[in-house]
């Protein structure tokens, strides 16, 4: 059943740039990995993360001196990290925050290919290595998915009941829900995240284009009912599905929502006794989205 499912979303979901637009070399005097084709930015590291399936996913952190939270950033399906440079670097500064984001298997420089498990074991990989390498605890992290990113976003946010925060960028409701208005989830399909948005503890934002054309405007809307904790959601009218970036609205609402969080951390801390921050090491499920009929 599970190949069956990897099968489905390997056709309908994924499509990563070929060829991709940048590589990972080792610098002659640091050792240090970077992005060619790619301008340097000293406040930017290049990771290459081990995960579940064994594929070598790559992922970037993007630092910001004074930031209070990190975003970590699961991006569309037809984009690679060398196309979310300038949008990174834009969000750093305005949002203040740190932003850790990666490249699906299959996508970019990462290894393997994509399917909708290798997803969930490639954000699994990238949260362990933010315990781990910079010490980033759940309650400092907000998970932004963007279009099919809401697939490991969700899967990631359910199982973290002290995650900060959670920013559903044009998301799915499922993947057969793109195609076809199904009342109910069918056994074979893909980012479930209709089911597991139910499970999630921390504050969720969803913004949608009302004209979006691509996920129709009522899977945002769905996803922002079956919050357990709802934020004000932003719809932008007009928006379509690759272009939210673009209104002048979009940052703004982003940056209220940091702001909420600051104030959400200072008057509602986590438990004391709440310390220990296991890595993620098992999973129980075996640039925009587009979805077609081949």
């Not at 499912?5 to 056709?11: G, P």
Request: with cysteine.
């Amino acid at each position: 059943m599970g190949n069956v499912t990897s099968n489905v979303a390997a056709k309908f979901a994924f499509f990563p740039p070929e060829p991709p637009t940048y590589g990972v070399t080792d610098d002659e005097e640091t050792g240090k990995l970077v992005f060619s084709g790619v301008s340097p930015d000293k406040n930017m590291e290049v990771h290459q993360l081990s995960t579940k399936s064994g594929n070598r996913v790559v992922a970037t952190f993007w630092r910001h001196p004074f930031a209070r939270f990190t975003l970590l950033y699961s991006h569309g399906n037809a984009a690679d990290l060398g196309q979310m440079v300038e949008l990174f670097i834009e969000l750093r500064a305005h949002l203040r925050v740190n932003i850790m984001s990666y490249d699906y298997s299959g996508y970019g420089a990462s290894t393997g290919k994509p399917s909708e498990f290798n997803t969930y074991y490639d954000i699994e990989a990238v949260y362990n290595c933010l315990r781990s390498d910079y010490g980033i605890k759940q309650e400092e992290m907000i998970l932004y998915g963007q279009s099919v990113g809401s697939g490991p976003t969700l899967h990631m946010a359910s199982r973290l009941k002290r995650l900060r925060g959670v920013v559903l960028h044009s998301a799915i409701l499922s993947g057969i829900r793109v195609l076809y208005p199904v009342k109910m989830t069918l056994w074979f399909d893909i980012f479930k995240n209709i089911d597991k948005i139910r499970h999630v503890n921390a504050k969720v934002l969803v913004i949608h284009g009302t004209k979006d054309e691509i996920v129709d405007f009522s899977h945002g809307k769905r996803l922002w009912e079956l919050a357990k904790e709802k934020y004000d959601p932003l719809w932008v009218k007009g928006g379509g599905h690759c272009n939210l970036e673009t209104y002048p609205e979009y940052i703004k609402h982003l940056r209220k929502f940091i702001n909420a969080m600051e104030k959400l951390s200072l008057t509602n801390p986590p438990p004391k006794e709440q310390t220990n921050e296991p890595n993620i090491t098992e999973t129980k499920h075996n640039r925009c989205l587009r979805f077609r009929k081949r």
